[in-house]
């Protein structure tokens, strides 16, 4: 082989290794764990000039920064090093979310970061389609407001969705009727608005439990278990090595109808005495015996909590649903092994009220008494639902940069 064809070929592979290696670069300056070019450099292992062309790369196509002259990390005794950061001006998600109480529209930048919101809407229609299409002209405005280039769409429901048709199999606390086509009416809005790239439908609780794990109180873990009640109901969440785990149609981990509490409620599955309307802000309140009021379910729970922990009827109130969450978390962490937990919503209140009390219970009912020492975190991220939302419409980006927007 004479010298020339060698390195052709040699620059043949740089350019293959540097083309695979974007979306993988890209996932990690994304997600925070490749603060600079030597740690992104060490996390692809590749070569130093491979790395240095992936992040020349990623920032033509304006996605990333790269600082131009190399500094050393604060703190560090590493040796300088170019700093990565996401573009602050780069391209952006529409991220929607539905819910219970109302409806919010955002734009998402990489690394989760809210870029813009439109103020909450307080009330739902019945008919999805006149909800999304609300949902999604506050996003276009904002987008027309900004300038922003867009490179899709997501959409959060609090309702299981249905793979692969794309339907919200209950929206129970919506009035929308149930296997409402959401994921189609949303993506025909999404077109209408002639707002640019694919659009996304996924249930709340996976989407927030995406972004926890990708910006969050999640980072890090290999299996993943999140349990947020939001403004009714209670859902879980299971990411196993950064993937959601969605089970063969769209419904795995379905946790709202775990019974923690025999004799209690009746539910609108046909059961009784189950985790979603024993331990949500409705089932807190009515615990406590005060009247909802004007300002949502959710903010009046955790106002509640916050405020009047000392009052005993709010005390003793927190401690049962403390107990029949315990219950469940135990029986969910004896089936899946989880290594960590998050609480988001209210669960996340009742973890601040009383962490030692939580932990105790989930120990007590535990598998050998191994379950003791799964880690219960609270979520960290305001917003996770419409940030794991923005996750969906990023991903063709993060598996393809240069396909996805070259
Ligand atoms: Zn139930």
């Known amino acids: ?63 990333i920064s790269v600082d131009a002259k190399p500094s050393a990390a604060a703190g560090s005794q590493g040796r300088p090093s170019h700093r990565l950061s996401v573009a602050g001006t780069g391209p952006v998600a529409l991220a929607a979310q539905v819910h219970a109480d109302g409806f919010r529209a955002a734009l998402v930048g990489l690394g989760g970061e809210i870029v813009a919101t439109a103020p909450g809407c307080e009330t739902i229609d019945a008919d999805p389609a006149q909800v999304l299409g609300a949902v999604v002209d506050e996003g276009a405005r904002l987008l027309r407001e900004t300038g922003r280039r867009c490179v899709g769409a997501g959409l959060a429901v609090p309702s299981a969705v249905a ?52 910006h969050g109180a999640g980072r890090g873990a290999r299996d993943l278990l999140c349990v947020a009640t939001g403004h009714r109901g209670v859902g879980g969440a299971l990411v196993l090595d950064g993937r959601l785990h969605t089970g063969s149609s769209g419904l795995a981990l379905e946790v709202g109808h775990l019974t923690v509490h025999p004799e209690g409620r009746p539910c609108h599955c046909g059961s009784r005495g189950c985790l979603d309307v024993e331990t949500d802000p409705l089932a807190f309140l009515t615990e406590v015996g005060v009247r909802p009021g004007p300002e949502g379910l959710l903010n009046q729970a955790r106002t509640l909590l916050a405020e009047r922990y000392a009052d005993p009827a709010v005390r003793v109130a927190a401690e049962v649903l403390i107990d029949r969450l315990g219950l469940g978390l135990a029986g969910l962490v004896n089936i899946l092994n989880p290594d960590r937990i998050i609480l988001g919503g209210l669960h996340r209140a009742l973890l601040d009220a009383d962490p030692e009390r939580l932990r105790a219970v989930v120990a007590d009912r535990s598998l050998w008494g191994r379950s003791g020492g799964v880690p219960i975190l609270a979520c960290t991220l305001d917003h996770n639902s419409l940030v794991g939302a923005a996750e969906l419409a990023w991903q063709p980006v993060l598996d393809d940069p240069l396909g996805a927007l070259g």
Do not use: S
């Open 163 to 214: 793979e692969p048709e794309g339907t919200a199999l209950n929206p129970l606390h919506l009035a929308w009727p149930a296997g409402a086509p959401v994921r189609e009416i949303f993506a025909d809005r999404v077109r209408a608005a002639g707002v640019t790239g694919p659009a996304f439908t996924g249930n709340d609780v996976n989407l927030a439990a995406l972004a926890e794990h990708r």
């Open 1 to 63: 082989m004479n010298g020339k064809a060698a390195t052709g070929g040699e620059a043949r592979t740089r350019l293959e290794r540097g083309r695979t290696a974007l979306g993988p670069a890209l996932e990690l300056v994304h997600t925070g764990r490749a603060p600079t070019r030597a740690v992104l450099t060490a996390e692809l292992g590749v070569t130093r000039a491979t790395a240095g062309a992936v992040a020349a790369e990623l920032e033509a196509l304006g996605l």
